[in-house]
Structure formats: C-alpha cells, structure tokens
C-alpha cells in the first residue's frame, strides 16, 4: 500500500514539475494560493466547547492541465472532552478542464478523524468530469470516477477494521459569485462500495464568503461528513477569516 501511495504522489510532483516547466515556451502557467483559518467558541456557565478548522490549498495551471494540493486539520473540544482531531491532505489534478466540457481527473488522499474513527485511509483513482457551466461567476460540474480505498477503521473503541474496496465517487461542484462580492461554493461526495452496497461515504462542504478585498473575506462553512461502515458521521459550522490569491 506505501509503495501505491509513493508511485502516485510521485507520479504528481513529476507533472507539476513538467508543467512548470513546459510553461515558459507555451502557454503561461498560473499559481494559486488559498488559506483559511475559522472557528467557533461557546462558553457558558454550565459548561464550554471550541472548534478549530484550518484549511490551505495550493495550485498551478496552464491551458490543459490544473494541478493542485491541499490539506486540512479541524480540533474541538467540549467541557475538556476532545471530540474532533481530524487531518486531511490530498493531490488532484484535471485535464482540458479549461478547454473541454468533458474532462479527466484523478486524486490521491490521505485522511486520519478522531470523530469518525479513521484511524488511517488513503484514496486513489480518477474518472471524467463535466463541466454544465463554466463561465465568469458561475461554475456547475459534475464528476464520476473510480476509486481504490485502503481503510484501517475503528467499528468499536478497541475492534481494529482494516480493509480495502473500489468506490465509485460522484462528485458536485459549483461557484457562484454575486455582484463581485458574495461567493457561494461547495463540493459534495458520495462514494458508495461497488462491493458492499451498505458501505457508502458522504462528504459536503459548503461556503458563504462575503468580500472585504479581493484577497480577503469573511467565509462561514458548513461541513458534513458520514462513514457508513463505523456508523459515525459529524456536522461542523465554523467562520473566520479567508486569504485567496492568483499570480
């Protein structure tokens, strides 16, 4: 399983270092930067509870092909009690995105969630992508493709899952932006076991960003996430502060 995971991220540092570079004699190449930092406090007299989520994304572009990495870690506490210690990090990349309304894609991820007893899974494959509108202020995607699990899943506190599975991932995506100031975005997955039809996962993020500049904004997110297998599933609002840059 390492060596899986070393030969596809391998496989992505050498595109991204190709890609780089490619660009000075074709087309430019376009980097991205993404940062947030939110949270939530509540303290009471009958007791207290915190949530931080923080979550960075990092591309480059040209033409054909998009690259990009990204990694997220959320920690919450209630009355002293941990409840969330959760870390994610992953690679994507899209081909003829920019040119095609049909495209192709492929991921690897890495997660690890205290609340949804992941205590190790990665994630690789790839599938084809389309794009129903693509246009400046609104994006609208839809995704399918395969994917290989390797899962080590706590079903009890001391009972220790650990397996693999193909997945077949659905994914939606859109962007709206209203008059250059709102943004509304948001992906959300189900990727449900081609072998276990009771096996299925559900993620969903959504995003309400209001501008200050147009580098900075206030954003509010509302995060879910399910695992069928371990009957644990989370629901995560948070707010704070957003920096996104292109250059």
Do not use: P
């Amino acid at each position: 399983m390492l060596l899986i995971m070393r030969y596809v991220f391998s496989l992505l540092l050498m595109m991204i270092c190709y890609t780089t570079a490619q660009g000075q004699f074709s087309d430019s190449v376009h980097y991205y930067g993404k940062f947030s930092s939110l949270g939530s406090i509540n303290r009471t007299q009958d007791g207290r509870s915190y949530l931080l989520n923080n979550n960075f994304r990092v591309g480059v572009s040209k033409k054909k092909i998009a690259l990009n990495g990204s990694g997220g870690w959320v920690y919450g506490e209630q009355d002293s009690v941990k409840t969330n210690n959760d870390f994610a990090a992953s690679m994507d990349f899209s081909l003829f995105r920019a040119v095609r309304q049909i495209y192709y894609w492929g991921l690897a991820n890495y997660d690890k969630s205290y609340s949804l007893k992941i205590n190790d899974r990665f994630q690789g494959g790839g599938g084809i992508a389309y794009n129903v509108l693509d246009r400046k202020g609104a994006y609208l995607s839809l995704s399918d493709g395969i994917l290989f699990e390797n899962s080590d899943l706590f079903l009890e506190d001391t009972i220790r899952d650990v397996y693999h599975t193909f997945r077949n991932s659905f994914r939606l995506g859109y962007k709206f932006v209203i008059h250059d100031i709102i943004i509304i975005d948001g992906t959300h997955f189900l990727q449900n076991s081609l072998s276990h039809g009771s096996d299925y996962n559900i993620r969903s993020t959504s995003n309400l960003s209001i501008l200050l500049r147009k580098w900075l904004s206030i954003t509010a997110t509302m995060t879910y996430n399910k695992l069928n297998r371990t009957a644990r599933e989370n629901l995560l609002f948070s707010y704070g502060l957003t920096i996104e840059k292109y250059f």
